[in-house]
């Protein structure tokens, strides 16, 4: 059983979100603060998808509704036609601060999946594949607290990548890096979505990221939120930061943000 | 990793030049400190030897014997220099100390057993105290134990009644309801007030004292507990429940682990407050244990048997912190910059 499940690679097909009518609000010292207004979208599977707004938009409270972390207050997710019940490992989340555990090795992190539901014996292998995947294998046995904030964030990659997610939920993972390990990690994370062929919803704030890695940027307005527009990027990858189609498209991102004038 | 002509001393290592930069430390060869302390402690002998106490003690002889042992062997490692390599390095470092502490035994020899300037019986000289160990060890030994084992025991059911209590209250906040009140009305009561209680409660005075020493080692472990598991990263489980994690595996995988810093800072709390209460139980209840034995002690006006029980005591209260600290150092060598104890 378990050899014939390793053996058969596990491609698994992207999954396909529906967001309908979406609407959420947070409790402030008793008032209702919205942060969501009716946001509609819908991914086919396999599609990589970026979320584009300014800080503080509600994008961030968006992914933690789709990973099923909290309900919305409105509206309905449909994940492959199903509504989503709560969190799962099919929807795995990378944070934008790794949040590794201090006391467990990188080995031990990226097995957390596995080990939370109890199958880390049958599966240990994947635990090493994953950490290859991002670069780790050498790093198996050290502690988070001797990793740079590149490491740890593959570190954090790896975790996710573990749990074989058919949609990959990224919430500003490349945020805190410097600006060196973030090109490169972008480049990593669109090269490990073509290889494994998963969803991935991008939350991010940075417009060249969105479009060197996302095939549609969705572009959000000020909180609460609301769907501005919906660009597509017509780009093979690997896409390069001087392309002028890629120049044309972040001015008319910028114009939906209103930053035009500052470009 | 070295030869053993690299390990040797001095002069084999001077015999050949190539030799010269794969010596292990450039520390001088003869050490300077150790040949001032080994003078020290041979003069503390001849001191304690060759001055006549003012008053008879029986043990001034082995008590110069055991200063000549001591300043023999440091004059051995001195002259001795790289012979016993690491360990060396070790006493190296507390070499002033050996010499401070030589000058200090010589000024109270001399304050108390030579010139009696201290009243008596207050004042025991360092021949009063070795007496103390040669005579009456058996006595002493046996109220070692029975501490130890009152201790121990005391102190292994109250911290692991606080832990539960302080995942419980911290995980759960039902339990929190109920318990916090609780927790905050009777915690700060010292364990001690139970003490006249707790002896007519309890049908043993060993039983009853467990109980309190349980009791005083609970409170700090319970609230740090608590606030520890209180304060882990809400992120951590926000990462653990994504992947499929149920409640069991978020107490016990996430909350806990988290938590360990501060347990361990409530465990010594705990370790503190239980040493307090060991020694007033013993003194007012168990007719056993150091406690019982200052107070026995102190009853028959033997203050030598006092100062031995109460180095005794230090010795074993530090050693059981020491424990605690390398337990700690070794569960939690994922942190950074721990206390060195």
Not at chain 1, 231 to 254: F, I, K, S, T
Not at chain 2, 70 to 77: E, F, W
Not at chain 2, 302 to 322: E, P
Request: charged share 15%; hydrophobic share 50%; aromatic share 8%.
């Amino acid at each position: 059983m378990v050899a014939a499940a390793l053996a058969a690679p596990e491609t698994q097909a992207g999954t396909a979100l529906v967001i309908r009518d979406v609407s959420h609000e947070f409790d402030l010292h008793g008032r209702a603060l919205p942060v969501l207004d009716r946001i509609s979208l819908r991914t086919e599977p396999g599609e990589f998808v970026a979320l584009l707004g300014p800080s503080g938009c509600g994008k961030s409270t968006l992914l933690r509704l789709v990973a099923g972390l909290e309900a919305p207050r409105a509206g309905r997710i449909l994940v492959d036609g199903a509504p989503i019940a709560g969190p799962d490992p099919s929807r795995v989340v990378v944070f934008q601060d790794p949040t590794l555990y201090p006391w467990r090795t990188v080995w031990k992190n990226a097995a957390l999946g596995l080990e939370a539901r109890g199958t880390v014996r049958s599966q240990r292998d994947r635990v090493s594949e994953a950490l290859e995947m991002v670069g780790l294998s050498g790093f198996a046995r050290a502690y988070p607290h001797q990793l740079s904030g590149g490491m740890a964030q593959r570190a954090a990659l790896a975790r996710a990548l573990v749990n074989d997610p058919s949609l990959l939920l990224l919430d500003e993972p490349l945020g805190k890096l410097d600006s060196m390990t973030r090109i490169t990690m972008q480049a990593e994370i669109v090269r490990l979505w073509q290889r494994s062929g998963f969803s991935a919803l991008l939350v991010t704030h940075d417009v060249e990221e969105a479009l060197l890695m996302a095939s549609r940027v969705v572009v959000l307005s000020d909180r609460p939120a609301q769907i501005k527009a919906i660009v597509p990027v017509d780009l093979a990858y690997p896409r390069h930061r001087g392309d002028p189609r890629l120049a044309e498209l972040r001015r008319e991102v910028l114009g939906l943000l209103g930053l035009e004038a500052n470009w | 990793m070295f030869s053993a002509k690299q390990l040797q001393p001095a002069e084999a290592a001077n015999q050949s030049i190539s030799d010269e930069p794969l010596r292990p430390a450039a520390e001088p060869r003869v050490w300077t400190v150790g040949l001032l302390a080994a003078a020290a402690w041979l003069a503390a002998a001849a001191l304690t030897d060759r001055w006549p106490d003012a008053d008879d003690w029986e043990r001034t002889g082995l008590l110069a014997e055991l200063m000549a042992a001591i300043g023999v062997g440091l004059l051995l490692a001195a002259a001795a220099g790289g012979l016993f390599g690491a360990r060396l390095t070790r006493l190296r470092r507390i070499g002033p100390w050996l010499i401070a502490l030589a000058i200090v035994l010589a000024g109270w020899e001399v304050a108390t057993a030579k010139l009696q300037l201290l009243p008596r019986p207050f004042f025991a000289p360092p021949q009063g105290l070795l007496e103390v160990f040669t005579d009456d060890w058996a006595r002493l030994g046996d109220s070692v134990l029975h501490s130890l084992i009152l201790l121990i025991g005391g102190y292994v059911i109250g911290a692991a009644a606080g832990f539960t209590t302080g995942v419980l209250i911290g995980w759960s906040s039902a339990a929190g309801y109920w318990v916090h009140p609780v927790l905050r009305l009777v915690g700060p009561l010292p364990a001690t007030a139970w003490l006249p209680l707790a002896f007519f409660a309890f049908p043993t005075s060993g039983s009853a004292s467990t109980f309190l020493v349980a009791l005083a080692t609970a409170f700090p472990v319970t609230v740090l507990t608590w606030s520890g598991v209180a304060g882990v990263n809400r992120a951590y489980y926000d990462v653990a429940r994504t992947m499929g994690a149920g409640q069991r595996f978020l107490v016990l995988k996430v909350a806990i682990p988290a938590a360990m810093p501060s347990v361990f800072v409530g465990l010594f709390m705990g370790l503190g407050a239980s040493f307090s209460v060991l020694v007033v139980a013993e003194m007012m209840g168990v007719k056993a244990g150091l406690g019982w034995y200052l107070q026995w002690a102190q009853g028959w006006a033997a203050y030598g048997n006092m100062y031995a029980a109460l180095l005794v005591m230090a010795l074993m209260c530090s050693g059981l912190i020491t424990l605690l600290f390398r337990l700690r150092d070794r569960l939690l060598s994922w942190q950074k910059g721990l206390v060195q104890w």
